[in-house]
């Protein structure tokens, strides 16, 4: 039997906004053709499960076709579509793809957000795959198995260095108002909202100081995606050193970005190399289904100074033979459920029963 389509009903859409790329194919949006790969992520996925409806009393869901860290300025628009919902009796469905983890709260609302802390999840949210790029991933020709060997190679090619004292100033003043928070003001929480580059730059000197590990560090001083860091590569370039970087470790450092999640954790599945998750009250998409553990390393954030540890414990416990099924199962997983249009079809076909 063919998959049930899964109808949704989005409205008119706001001229001035981008619409949410998982619709381009459904409202005749051409495909991304430019110098930045990442921003055709969507086009080569299957969103074919999706139907769009112009009558609400047909749709399955009500969904907004933006971004909704975006659409959520447009006070009448969403009070217009909520309204509308609400006469229908049905859910609405909002894409929150933000670093920030907080937004405006609509009524009736299931809200997929790309990076959530545990103390702070409302039962309304669904955590949801960031934006990976699968095409040159998940190539066959650009997976292989790592055999076990003396030392594990534990790998980051990223931002962890600073362009200027300005950048260099505003990280530490990031810092000391995490540390104001935990040691004046009793947060238990405040030391999980560091920036990443803190966790990566601990988790690396620790690493670069151990002898029982390899490392292959490549510390770039700016985030690739951002249009006014300085770079002397070409995207091109920078990518193929990135994948390259990946592929030829065991382990991949995998801390979070400005926002609590990473996107080379998903990337580092999508090869079939061992993520090393430095866990900051941090929440992984389908967390009840996946047993993440078989094939990841999770170092809480209190403990990141004994990273080297925690690899060494997967590594040691697991023959060489169960070594290779765990980089195998990190990529059919990924393959599986955490492509996103993988994971969006799973996920709304759950919430139709």
Same mark, same amino acid.
């Given at each position: 039997?063919?998959?049930?389509?899964?109808?949704?009903?989005?409205?008119?859409?706001?001229?001035?906004?981008?619409?949410?790329?998982?619709?381009?194919?459904?409202?005749?949006?051409?495909?991304?053709?430019?110098?930045?790969?990442?921003?055709?992520?969507?086009?080569?996925?299957?969103?074919?499960?999706?139907?769009?409806?112009?009558?609400?009393?047909?749709?399955?869901?009500? +969904?907004?076709?933006?971004?909704?860290?975006?659409?959520?300025?447009?006070?009448?628009?969403?009070?217009?579509?909520?309204?509308?919902?609400?006469?229908?009796?049905?859910?609405?469905?909002?894409?929150?793809?933000?670093?920030?983890?907080?937004?405006?709260?609509?009524?009736?609302?299931?809200?997929?957000?790309?990076?959530?802390?545990?103390?702070?999840?409302?039962?309304?949210?669904?955590?949801?795959?960031?934006?990976?790029?699968?095409?040159?991933?998940?190539?066959?020709?650009?997976?292989?198995?790592?055999?076990?060997?003396?030392?594990?190679?534990?790998?980051?090619?990223?931002?962890?260095?600073?362009?200027?004292?300005?950048?260099?100033?505003?990280?530490?003043?990031?810092?000391?108002?995490?540390?104001?928070?935990?040691?004046?003001?009793?947060?238990?929480?405040?030391?999980?909202?560091?920036?990443?580059?803190?966790?990566?730059?601990?988790?690396?000197?620790?690493?670069?100081?151990?002898?029982?590990?390899?490392?292959?560090?490549?510390?770039?001083?700016?985030?690739?995606?951002?249009?006014?860091?300085?770079?002397? +590569?070409?995207?091109?370039?920078?990518?193929?050193?990135?994948?390259?970087?990946?592929?030829?470790?065991?382990?991949?450092?995998?801390?979070?970005?400005?926002?609590?999640?990473?996107?080379?954790?998903?990337?580092?599945?999508?090869?079939?190399?061992?993520?090393?998750?430095?866990?900051?009250?941090?929440?992984?998409?389908?967390?009840?289904?996946?047993?993440?553990?078989?094939?990841?390393?999770?170092?809480?954030?209190?403990?990141?100074?004994?990273?080297?540890?925690?690899?060494?414990?997967?590594?040691?416990?697991?023959?060489?033979?169960?070594?290779?099924?765990?980089?195998?199962?990190?990529?059919?997983?990924?393959?599986?459920?955490?492509?996103?249009?993988?994971?969006?079809?799973?996920?709304?076909?759950?919430?139709?029963?």
């Amino acid at each position: 039997m063919a998959d049930k389509a899964i109808s949704v009903y989005i409205g008119a859409t706001l001229p001035e906004r981008p619409l949410y790329p998982i619709l381009k194919r459904h409202l005749g949006v051409s495909e991304y053709v430019g110098p930045k790969p990442f921003r055709a992520i969507f086009d080569e996925m299957d969103f074919g499960f999706i139907n769009v409806v112009h009558n609400p009393a047909e749709a399955d869901f009500f +969904m907004v076709p933006h971004n909704y860290s975006f659409a959520q300025k447009e006070r009448g628009y969403i009070e217009h579509f909520t309204r509308l919902a609400q006469e229908h009796n049905k859910k609405i469905l909002l894409f929150h793809y933000s670093d920030e983890s907080e937004y405006e709260k609509i009524p009736n609302a299931q809200v997929f957000c790309v990076g959530q802390y545990k103390y702070k999840k409302q039962d309304n949210e669904i955590i949801m795959v960031p934006q990976v790029y699968g095409g040159d991933i998940l190539l066959d020709e650009n997976f292989s198995i790592r055999q076990k060997s003396e030392k594990p190679v534990v790998s980051f090619c990223g931002w962890s260095e600073f362009q200027s004292l300005r950048q260099r100033l505003r990280y530490y003043q990031k810092l000391l108002l995490c540390d104001f928070r935990s040691i004046v003001l009793h947060d238990s929480h405040a030391n999980a909202h560091k920036q990443g580059v803190y966790f990566r730059r601990k988790a690396m000197r620790t690493l670069l100081n151990s002898p029982r590990v390899e490392t292959s560090f490549i510390s770039r001083d700016f985030y690739v995606a951002n249009k006014h860091a300085k770079r002397a +590569m070409t995207q091109e370039a920078m990518r193929a050193e990135y994948l390259k970087n990946i592929q030829e470790s065991d382990f991949v450092l995998a801390p979070r970005g400005d926002g609590n999640f990473s996107v080379r954790f998903y990337e580092a599945l999508a090869l079939g190399r061992i993520p090393v998750l430095v866990d900051t009250e941090s929440i992984l998409p389908l967390e009840k289904e996946i047993k993440y553990r078989d094939f990841v390393v999770v170092v809480p954030h209190e403990d990141v100074g004994r990273v080297e540890e925690y690899i060494l414990d997967f590594y040691n416990k697991h023959s060489p033979e169960e070594f290779a099924a765990a980089q195998v199962q990190a990529r059919e997983t990924f393959k599986k459920y955490l492509r996103f249009d993988a994971f969006l079809k799973h996920v709304l076909s759950q919430m139709q029963k």
